[in-house]
Protein backbone atom coordinates (compact mmCIF):
# COMPACT_ATOMS: atom_id res chain seq x y z
CA UNK A 1 0.00 0.00 0.00
CA UNK A 2 1.29 3.44 -0.86
CA UNK A 3 -0.29 7.00 0.01
CA UNK A 4 0.83 10.16 -1.74
CA UNK A 5 -0.05 13.60 -0.56
CA UNK A 6 0.04 16.70 -2.77
CA UNK A 7 -1.49 20.16 -2.57
CA UNK A 8 0.40 21.69 -0.07
CA UNK A 9 1.99 25.19 -0.73
CA UNK A 10 2.04 28.84 0.27
CA UNK A 11 -1.10 30.53 0.92
CA UNK A 12 -2.08 33.89 2.48
CA UNK A 13 -4.06 33.84 5.59
CA UNK A 14 -7.62 33.50 4.98
CA UNK A 15 -7.34 31.81 1.32
CA UNK A 16 -7.69 28.00 1.03
CA UNK A 17 -6.07 24.97 -0.02
CA UNK A 18 -7.55 21.02 -1.05
CA UNK A 19 -4.86 17.84 0.25
CA UNK A 20 -4.97 14.96 -1.97
CA UNK A 21 -4.42 11.97 -0.82
CA UNK A 22 -3.99 8.86 -3.47
CA UNK A 23 -3.89 5.40 -2.21
CA UNK A 24 -2.34 2.30 -4.17
CA UNK A 25 -2.62 -1.10 -3.36
CA UNK A 26 -5.50 -1.62 -1.10
CA UNK A 27 -7.72 -4.07 -1.94
CA UNK A 28 -10.74 -2.55 -0.62
CA UNK A 29 -12.11 0.95 -0.76
CA UNK A 30 -14.31 0.29 2.84
CA UNK A 31 -10.65 1.68 4.58
CA UNK A 32 -10.51 4.72 6.63
CA UNK A 33 -8.58 7.64 6.52
CA UNK A 34 -6.89 10.32 8.58
CA UNK A 35 -5.29 13.65 7.99
CA UNK A 36 -2.28 14.84 10.46
CA UNK A 37 -0.13 17.52 10.72
CA UNK A 38 2.79 18.39 12.48
CA UNK A 39 4.34 21.93 12.78
CA UNK A 40 7.66 22.93 13.41
CA UNK A 41 8.80 22.13 17.01
CA UNK A 42 5.64 20.44 17.65
CA UNK A 43 3.86 17.13 18.10
CA UNK A 44 2.48 15.73 15.07
CA UNK A 45 -1.82 16.16 15.87
CA UNK A 46 -4.98 14.76 14.03
CA UNK A 47 -6.96 17.05 12.45
CA UNK A 48 -10.06 14.76 10.59
CA UNK A 49 -10.77 11.80 9.42
CA UNK A 50 -13.31 9.66 7.76
CA UNK A 51 -14.61 6.50 8.23
CA UNK A 52 -14.71 4.03 5.32
CA UNK A 53 -18.16 2.31 5.74
CA UNK A 54 -20.22 4.94 6.31
CA UNK A 55 -17.66 8.27 5.19
CA UNK A 56 -18.41 9.02 8.83
CA UNK A 57 -16.73 12.52 9.20
CA UNK A 58 -14.29 13.65 12.62
CA UNK A 59 -12.68 17.04 12.93
CA UNK A 60 -10.12 18.35 15.53
CA UNK A 61 -11.64 21.81 17.56
CA UNK A 62 -8.75 23.74 15.70
CA UNK A 63 -10.30 23.18 12.04
CA UNK A 64 -13.95 22.47 12.60
CA UNK A 65 -16.51 24.64 10.76
CA UNK A 66 -13.38 25.59 8.07
CA UNK A 67 -12.07 22.37 6.67
CA UNK A 68 -13.82 19.51 4.62
CA UNK A 69 -12.75 15.61 4.64
CA UNK A 70 -14.45 14.39 1.74
CA UNK A 71 -13.62 10.95 -0.61
CA UNK A 72 -13.53 9.51 -4.11
CA UNK A 73 -13.97 5.85 -3.55
CA UNK A 74 -14.06 5.24 -7.55
CA UNK A 75 -10.62 7.07 -7.41
CA UNK A 76 -9.04 5.94 -4.44
CA UNK A 77 -8.70 9.53 -2.94
CA UNK A 78 -9.63 11.43 0.25
CA UNK A 79 -9.41 15.02 -0.10
CA UNK A 80 -9.13 17.13 2.79
CA UNK A 81 -10.00 21.16 1.99
CA UNK A 82 -8.87 23.56 4.38
CA UNK A 83 -10.30 27.59 4.73
CA UNK A 84 -9.80 30.41 5.85
CA UNK A 85 -6.11 29.19 6.56
CA UNK A 86 -4.27 30.72 9.47
CA UNK A 87 -0.39 30.70 9.91
CA UNK A 88 -1.26 28.62 12.85
CA UNK A 89 -2.40 25.72 10.08
CA UNK A 90 1.61 25.66 8.76
CA UNK A 91 2.54 22.30 9.06
CA UNK A 92 3.20 19.18 7.29
CA UNK A 93 -0.01 17.71 6.57
CA UNK A 94 0.23 13.85 6.50
CA UNK A 95 -2.62 11.01 5.31
CA UNK A 96 -3.04 7.86 6.97
CA UNK A 97 -5.22 4.64 6.27
CA UNK A 98 -6.78 2.13 8.20
CA UNK A 99 -7.96 -1.02 6.50
CA UNK A 100 -10.56 -1.88 9.92
CA UNK A 101 -13.45 -0.04 10.62
CA UNK A 102 -13.52 1.98 14.50
CA UNK A 103 -15.74 3.77 16.25
CA UNK A 104 -15.82 7.52 15.40
CA UNK A 105 -14.04 8.62 18.37
CA UNK A 106 -10.65 6.68 17.60
CA UNK A 107 -9.92 8.09 14.27
CA UNK A 108 -8.01 10.75 16.39
CA UNK A 109 -5.65 8.11 17.11
CA UNK A 110 -2.69 7.93 15.04
CA UNK A 111 -1.94 3.92 16.62
CA UNK A 112 -4.66 2.63 14.61
CA UNK A 113 -3.80 3.61 11.21
CA UNK A 114 -1.37 1.23 9.25
CA UNK A 115 0.07 2.93 6.24
CA UNK A 116 0.71 6.75 6.23
CA UNK A 117 1.62 8.91 3.23
CA UNK A 118 4.97 11.13 3.19
CA UNK A 119 3.36 14.34 3.93
CA UNK A 120 2.85 17.43 1.90
CA UNK A 121 3.93 20.57 3.45
CA UNK A 122 1.22 23.53 3.63
CA UNK A 123 2.59 27.50 4.60
CA UNK A 124 0.58 30.35 5.82
CA UNK A 125 2.01 33.59 5.61
CA UNK A 126 1.41 37.09 3.93
Known amino acids: VQLQASGGGLVQPGGSLRLSCAAS????????TGWFRQAPGKEREFVAA????????RYADSVNGRSTIFRDNAKNMVYLQVNSLRPEDTAVYYC????????????????????WGQGTLVTVSS
Open 50 to 57: IRGADRHT
Open 96 to 115: AVTPRTYNTGSYSRETIYTY
Open 25 to 32: GLTSSNYG
